[in-house]
């Protein structure tokens, strides 16, 4: 009677171990073998001396899916299925993929490691052969085993079990032995006859081949082809692009290799996604590369394009649309609102310096949202700065056309580990895979995983490492198709100094710098810019409801307002004394006009309540201007009109009162609805009191400075001297942060006998045209610019710098300093711009001749008063950076090489970072691309590694999940996560092409299984405990 094994109460496996510890040799019949499963028989085997009778022989069938099978049942035509050497050599290529699939299933071990090894060893040694059986499929399983015993010479297993884990272990087969000899005699024939036929091939060489390239391989994979093998797949993207699109015919000769990729990474994302953002720094051409992008998706898809870009670009965009044939209208930000709603069907939308874009509240960012949605237009975002201080900058420009809550492919994992994922719901109540989810995150590697989808930036830097030649002198220069090369220049940095002496009266510096004035103005209560403050806990007669709205509007622009009017006092004043004296006087009288309306019962003016109206970034005026001249894009609510201050001497508080009681008639009549307005009963008395201590304080400041005389500004002075004794033929830039600095040098350098001269600023009727009449090579308006009507000398404001091609000049003077070095920067990158002839730019910086100690003690008390008083909040103050800054001021004044290169290669795009490793290594060595694509999809390798802070030693994890992303995981020794950013294990995996190999770690593959989870569970798990999307429990939740 034979013995039945079911894997319940008999285990086969038991049995077969049993049989081959008595057998020198076997047969296998299997329809199926899992390669993992071997080592579970192997140590019987390995006694065996191989060759043929004394090695196990293994007969594979190949095996159907049931669905395949039930297909070929039914079909009804019925086709020949006779077999022939081309069907032979498809079906053995094919089980061979199969196998080496198997090994790309699962997280390895090191029992599988040790057990694949040994399965190699053996069929290498003949002590396992195995074939594969393509006459027909053969679903036999059976298992003969032989050994030396007369009486009992053969003992079969016949059932439905495969030579793999549930086949030999887990219930559900069912086997039964056979020992009769009659038997077991056919069934040896029967094997034999199989193993013989014309159409059993043997693929044990196949075998020891695919675990030779496996993770289980004996040699190991050099270190570097890991590294590469990771860029591979994370320039997908990039790579993707690059074969998506071609560059149209006429940009071929002006676009250079790393502008060409851009372009077409940039339109393969907008393809896919919507949209991009084309973050390059200052002077990579990201005008031509967005209009080539438009190019190409109206040769494409047919569309036609709406550019919308600040006022003074106007120009310069309607000639890029005309030069390069673009279907498209150029409209300015300044009439989004008056416009859009009526403008026809755009589908592509370019913004320019959507930097600026960063109030979502505003009536023109939600006209172009607005109108974005309702015409479905795929969008190209520019701008060199991106974000300033707070990672809202970055959503809110993805806003434009990215809904809140879309559906994305990732979630911010950070944020998600930091607070788990069912209080992040509960907490917040947003889907997790939204762009409302990652503003929830403040951890970078969470932005700059959102951003790799949208994102195309390269610095300058990166350019100069990956595309740029050395030249015999060892510059480095790009390649124009026509052979003329574009250098980089060295930016070199240098100190105008001029002359602040505390010992003399008349110095009109020592006066401002003097400790009472920036004490003074460091105890300024500022009640306009904390109106929130005074609002009354109960009152007579309560606020109407669009009083409320303004009331809350207040006590959430407080604390913020009043820091950054502050820190603008201080800049003001270190930007020019005429510039600082204006805004004292401008302050004084936006007071009196609050206290002349207090003091008669009338209604307070209430302007914008934006801080942009106090960043030099985007607003060249001076915010207390009683003008109120508009910003570049926030103010919506802005009147215009001429100077105040500028109608009559004001030289007391009278005077002043007198003026406050005019402009306030202007208000309330002509500019009544550019304002909203409450009555001063709403709030307490203490707002009279500080508004009239401010008022004495500023007062006392102007008695004691007097009138700006500037034929005593050293400043000045030294600026004359640069530019008439130093560089008198040369072409010169000055920067100031401030219009009314602009306008002070540019009347008085005049006065001196500067000739060829113009201001420019953001108020300015045609920025463009003085731009190109400053650099007209780099323009190519050479033939529409006279010589009489070229400038020498420009000086703009940094919200006008913007997006200009002002590199027929190569130096550049910082009149003022911006309080954040990246400023600096930035202004350099205005004129090291490509086609850039010259071998060095001058970068002049304007600082007292005693040393910088003046300036960084100033900063120093004003950073301490600001903190003292909670006025700066959060993230997303501009002025202050930490005490870097001070450093970088030292820098500055000693001249120390590479302070204004600026740019770090951790701020390029993933996709392009990963391309150039890629393209960099194959361009090395061409062999790669076959090498790296043809490995298998799980190997490792180990190198070398100098643990740091926050660098352990561990291992680095990439895996492609399920729904198609990247993910890494950085594992340290003890199995916990160390971080997930793509950029930081990329970088921990890099290395050289010599690199050696070591011995990896000896729970190596412990560690990797701890990634591989850590993956697979943020991405199963997307509600937490609220399911997947379509669970009826998320869905309830969502709704």
Not at 759 to 766: F, I, L, Q, Y
Request: aromatic letters at 8%; hydrophobic letters at 35%; glycine letters at 6%.
């Amino acid at each position: 009677m034979p013995r039945i094994f079911d894997n319940i109460e008999t285990s086969l496996l038991s049995a077969l171990r049993e049989s081959l510890e008595l057998s020198d040799h076997a047969d296998f019949c299997i329809g199926y073998f899992n390669l993992r499963g071997w080592k579970e028989l192997d140590s019987y085997i390995e006694a065996w001396s191989g060759g043929e009778g004394h090695c196990c022989r293994l007969l594979v069938g190949m095996q159907r899916l049931a669905e395949e099978e039930l297909r070929m049942a039914m079909r009804l035509a019925r086709r020949d299925t006779g077999m022939d050497n081309q069907t032979a050599l498809h079906l053995k290529k094919k089980l061979a993929e199969e196998f080496r699939e198997q090994l790309a299933v699962g997280v390895p071990t090191n029992e599988d490691e040790a057990g694949l090894r040994r399965l190699a060893t053996q069929i290498k040694a003949k002590k396992v052969i195995v074939k594969l059986f393509l006459r027909h499929p053969l679903h036999a399983k059976l298992y003969l085993l032989f050994r030396p015993d007369p009486v009992n010479p053969t003992t079969g297993y016949l059932g439905s079990s495969n030579l793999t884990f549930s086949g030999l272990s887990s219930q559900g087969e069912l086997n039964v032995d056979v020992l009769d000899h009659d038997a077991c005699k056919k069934l040896a024939k029967w094997f034999e006859d199989r193993w013989n036929d014309r159409w059993c091939i043997d693929i044990s060489d196949e075998l020891v081949r695919i675990i030779g390239e496996s993770w289980a391989r004996e040699e190991p994979i050099p270190p570097y082809y890991i590294y590469i093998k990771m860029a591979y797949h994370l320039s997908q993207e990039a790579r993707a692009g690059l074969s998506e699109f071609r560059i149209p015919r006429e940009f071929g000769e002006k676009l250079f290799e790393f502008q060409k990729a851009a372009v077409k990474i940039a339109a393969h994302h907008i393809n896919k996604r919507g949209g991009v953002l084309i973050g390059d720094v200052v002077g990579l051409g990201k005008t031509l590369m967005a209009t080539a992008v438009a190019r190409i998706l109206e040769d494409d898809l047919g569309l036609e394009t709406l550019i919308i870009c600040p006022k003074n670009l106007v120009d310069m965009w309607k000639d890029y649309r005309d030069q390069y044939r673009l279907r498209a209208r150029v409209l300015s930000i300044s009439q989004v609102i008056s416009k859009l709603a009526d403008l026809r069907r755009f589908r592509l939308v370019i913004i320019d310096e959507s930097h600026n874009l960063r109030n979502r509240e505003g009536k023109r960012y939600r006209a172009i949202q607005e109108y974005i949605d309702e015409n479905e237009s795929k969008v190209i975002l520019l701008s060199a700065t991106p974000y300033n201080k707070t990672y809202l900058d970055l959503s809110n420009q993805l806003r434009l056309f990215v809904p809140e809550d879309k559906e994305l492919s990732i979630r911010p994992e950070q944020l998600l580990r930091d607070m788990g994922e069912t209080e992040f719901m509960l907490q917040y109540q947003c889907p997790l895979r939204s762009l409302a989810a990652f503003e929830k995150s403040e951890y970078a590697d969470d932005w700059r995983e959102l951003m790799r989808l949208f994102l195309v930036r390269r610095t300058r830097s990166f350019i100069q490492e990956n595309y740029a030649q050395t030249d015999e002198d060892g510059r480095k220069y790009l390649t124009f198709e026509d052979g003329k090369r574009s250098y980089f220049p060295l930016r070199v940095p240098k100190t105008v100094k001029f002359k602040i002496d505390d010992s003399d009266s008349d110095d009109q510096y020592a006066r401002l710098y003097a400790s009472d004035v920036v004490d003074t103005i460091n105890s300024l209560r500022l009640p306009r810019y904390g109106l929130g403050n005074y609002v009354k806990e109960a009152y007579r007669e309560p606020p109407t409801q669009s009083e409320a709205k303004v009331l809350q509007d207040l006590s959430r622009a407080g604390k913020r307002l009043m820091g950054f009017c502050r820190t603008n006092l201080f800049k003001r004043l270190e930007s020019s004394g005429q510039a600082f004296i204006l805004s004292i006087e401008r302050h004084i009288l936006r007071n009196y006009i609050y206290l002349c309306a207090i003091e008669e019962g009338k209604p307070l003016p209430i302007g914008t309540q934006d801080a942009a109206l106090l960043d030099a970034r985007v607003y060249d005026e001076d915010a207390d201007a009683t003008s109120i001249t508009p910003s570049l894009f926030d103010d919506e609510d802005s009147a215009s009109g001429g100077n105040a201050v500028s109608k009559g001497a004001l030289n007391s508080g009278e005077d002043f009162k007198a003026r406050a009681a005019q402009i306030y008639t202007e208000y309330a009549s002509v500019y009544k609805n550019r304002f909203r307005w409450l009555r001063p009963e709403l709030f307490s008395k203490a707002l009279v009191k500080d508004l009239q201590d401010d008022v004495n304080a500023l007062l006392n400041i102007l008695r004691k400075c007097g009138n700006w005389d500037s034929s005593k500004d050293t400043k000045l002075e030294a600026l004359y001297r640069l530019m008439h004794e130093k560089h008198p033929d040369e072409k010169v830039i000055v920067f100031t942060q401030f219009a009314d600095t602009v306008k002070y040098l540019e009347t008085q350098l005049k006065l001196m006998g500067v000739s060829r001269l113009a201001g420019v600023t953001g108020d300015s009727a045609d920025p463009t045209t003085l731009a190109w009449r400053f650099s007209p090579e780099s323009n190519e308006k050479r033939g529409r610019i006279r010589p009489e009507d070229e400038l020498r000398v420009l000086i703009a404001t940094d919200v006008l710098s913007e997006g200009q091609n002002l590199q027929d000049c190569f130096i550049v003077v910082n009149y003022d300093l911006p309080w954040a070095i990246i400023r600096l920067v930035q202004r350099a990158g205005r004129v090291d711009r490509i086609g850039q002839k010259a071998e060095n730019i001058l970068c002049y910086s304007f600082l007292p001749a005693e040393g910088v100690e003046r300036i960084i003690r100033l900063r120093s008390r004003v950073r301490a008063r600001l903190q003292e008083n909670a006025e700066v909040v959060g993230t997303d103050e501009a002025f202050f950076e930490d005490d870097q800054n001070d450093q970088a001021v030292l820098d500055l004044y000693n001249e120390k090489a590479g302070i204004l290169d600026g740019d770090a290669d951790t701020e390029v795009d993933l996709a392009s970072y990963a391309y150039q490793i890629w393209k960099n290594a194959t361009e090395a060595d061409p062999k790669l691309k076959k090498i790296i694509s043809s490995m298998p999809s799980v190997v490792y390798s180990t190198k070398e590694h100098k643990p740091g802070p926050n660098k352990p030693e561990g291992v680095l994890v990439y895996m492609r999940t399920g729904e198609g992303n990247d993910a890494l995981a950085w594992i340290d020794r003890e199995g916990e996560s160390v971080t997930e950013s793509q950029f930081e294990i990329l970088r921990a995996a890099e290395c050289k092409p010599v690199t050696p190999p070591i011995p990896r770690l000896e729970n190596h593959h412990e560690l990797v299984k701890k990634g591989v989870e850590l993956i697979v569970e943020e991405e199963r798990s997307i509600g937490g405990q609220l399911g997947r999307p379509s669970s009826a429990r998320f869905r309830t939740y969502q709704r």
